[in-house]
């Protein structure tokens, strides 16, 4: 470890090196250092204790996937959906950016577990960076300082990440990856999910890569469990593409606790799973905080997180009020009076929103109420059903099932989604984005249908697999389903199919809840909206398939034969259906 922290600041010349212990002490240190840039504030002491906001430069809020490499010797293993780079050449591209890069800074180096610090499934990883912003959020987001360097003893099996601010131009910005050394550069960003290494690049892009070496997963998705009448929990995995909902759904407060079912949060954004001695795949949450989307969050959507925000919690990008508390769209209530917007500016109408719609909290996760008591079990939590999903207007059913694991695989890489404001770019444009691992993916996506292919036939117990879709629009444009706490009831015909018991009606997609196998009681819903939830329109699937045989055919002969012929499947299943 020391030997490439020597190195590290070799190439960056900091003017001081902090080994970090995790401390409390250390902490007020850090954010001390946090304070002194202009960028940074406390907040209101007695009403949001120990909570700061952070305003990125308006040019670096978002994940910039146009600049993110995987940095293979052969670009044909990156596969068509990552941008590709010779290591070499990022060595001296990169590395040209970083050189220096510390001069006059102050060089933190951040040892971490992400997962539980005793558990097996956990790893070890280390991050170097100028940012004392970035420390404070990695100290909410894994395990950091003297637990990770006791887990590491003498060991050399730890993924290493070297991190500057840079001078944050995006001309000058760069993450690059090369899963082959297990390392991690990253220069030019001070959003999360550039400069936070342990999240995306770690335990999503190089994660992905090992676990298809070792034969595990690393996903990114929500872990829930769901408690039922008489207390059993039954635990699922959800993808969704980044600000779709995962932590919504992984923390909502049931709309049928009264009838005993309940949801408790292990995780919300990303699961490594292995197969256990007991058959299932189980999942541990690697993270150990929640860094959530702001916006649309309130006390209506999702209480439980709201109570958990009030305190040691750092905001990123978000507006202000005139009493030092943090203020976004959503959060209940109108503008205040005297607000600020996340750009420092006093608020009017012409500013648009106060909040940008990327704005962050990252809160310890140990502080939401809805914390399930399993989160940090070492041996993880057992899965019984993986969710897919995704934002769409039109096509996708309310939540439909897969016939097999095979199926199932072809339904997540077919996966797509309107866009977001989670990544620089248009927002609501329509992409593909198989099992939401289009952006985190460390290898190429055929390779990766093949090992979920793969790992499908080792698993003795598998989940089953389902897609839901909270989004579909009516002819008027609104949503047909009101989501959030609602969503319990779909989570509960889910649990009872992996019962065996829900009812259902095979259709073309899959099999699909009949209209009274679901708990509707409590919810005012139009018959016709119901109707048009459970709607599959041959038509319209054919429209898709077409589009999904454009995107697997990027793929060329690496994509698995299987999905070929789940594809041809799916087109003869429609093909019957509609009338000559
Ligand atoms: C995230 C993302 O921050 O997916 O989780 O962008
Ligand atoms: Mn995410």
Redesign the pocket.
Known sequence: METWVDQAARLTKPDKVVFCDGSEAENNVILHEMLKHADSFRLNEKTYPNCYLHRSSPSDVA?TEHLTFICTPDKDDVGPTNNWMDPGAAKIKVGALLDGAMRGRTMYVVPYIMGPANSPISKVGLEVTDSPYVVANMRIMARIGKVATDRLGNSADFVPGLHSLGDLDPLRRYIVHFPEERLIWSVGSGY??NALLGK?CFALRIASYMARQQGWMAE?MLILGLESPGGKVTYMAAAFP??CGKTNLAMMVSALESQGYKVWTVGD?IAWMRIASDGYLHAINPEAGF?GVAPGTGMNTNPNVMRALNRNTIFTNVGVTSEDEPWWEGIGGGPPEGLVTWRGEKWDLSKGPAAHPNARYTVPAQQSPCISPNWEAPEGVPISAIIFGGRRGRLAPLVYESFDWQHGVFVGATMASETTA??TGDVGIMRRDPMAMLPFCGYDMADYFRHWLEMGKRIPKPPKIFHVNWFRRGANGKFLWPGYGENVRVLKWILERVEGRGEARETEIGYVPKKSALTLDGLHIAREALNELFRVDADDWEIDLADSREFFAKFGPRLPAELREEHQKLARRLERSIPA
């Open positions: 994940r999360g999910g995306k990114h980044s600000a954004d860094f989670a990544t």
